[in-house]
């Protein structure tokens, strides 16, 4: 399964593609970043068409989308919130299932604690998938996507576990220690 994590913004809107075909894997990541000298519809119209392009040439199975972080002054709440629905919106012409997730749930899956920074966040994804120390980094916005994608694979790939081992399954169940 190939999962498609989009960390939203209107300046610059985070991607990254991670496969769950054995351990997890970055298959490709960047930054949408549309033209800040262009009006906002047009940005806007970036955002789109860009998110759209990648998931045409990327071909994920599902996506994983942050929230929106309610914290924010209400203008950039707004603004935020206009820049979502047009990813959300590319998704759906590509037909392409979407979850949702938490900035908490996606801060916890991935280190641990739901109050991690963003530096805190690109060092466990880096980890967790294997990328090599001293090699090139993620940016903030590309890894925060990346852990988007990482809380659902692991939420997914947790619910099928749990349903291969339930009653009536024709697999064996595991042993788990402890």
Not at 48 to 66: C, K, M, Q, S, T
Not at 69 to 91: C, D, H, K, W, Y
Not at 150 to 175: C, E, I, Q
Request: glycine letters at 10%; charged letters at 20%.
């Amino acid at each position: 399964m190939r999962i498609l994590g989009v960390d939203p913004g209107s300046r610059a809107a985070g991607w990254a593609v991670v496969s769950f075909e054995g351990p997890p894997r970055l298959v490709a990541a960047g930054v949408l970043r549309p033209p800040t000298t262009t009006s906002f519809a047009l940005r806007l119209l970036a955002l789109h068409d860009g998110l759209l392009a990648i998931a045409e040439r990327e071909r994920p199975d599902e996506a994983a989308v942050e929230q929106v972080f309610s914290g924010v002054n209400p203008q950039s709440l707004i603004t935020l919130g206009e820049a979502r629905g047009v990813l959300l919106l590319a998704l759906a012409r590509a037909s392409i299932p979407v979850s949702e997730v938490t900035p908490a749930e996606i801060k916890k899956t991935v280190t641990g604690t739901g109050q991690a920074d963003k530096e805190q966040v690109r060092r466990m994804v880096h980890s967790l998938l294997g990328t090599p120390a001293g090699g090139p980094r993620l940016a903030l916005d590309a890894a925060d996507a990346a852990a988007a994608a990482l809380t659902h694979g692991f939420r997914t790939a947790a619910g099928r576990r749990a349903a291969a081992a339930a009653p009536g399954s024709s697999r064996v169940r595991p042993r788990v220690a402890g």
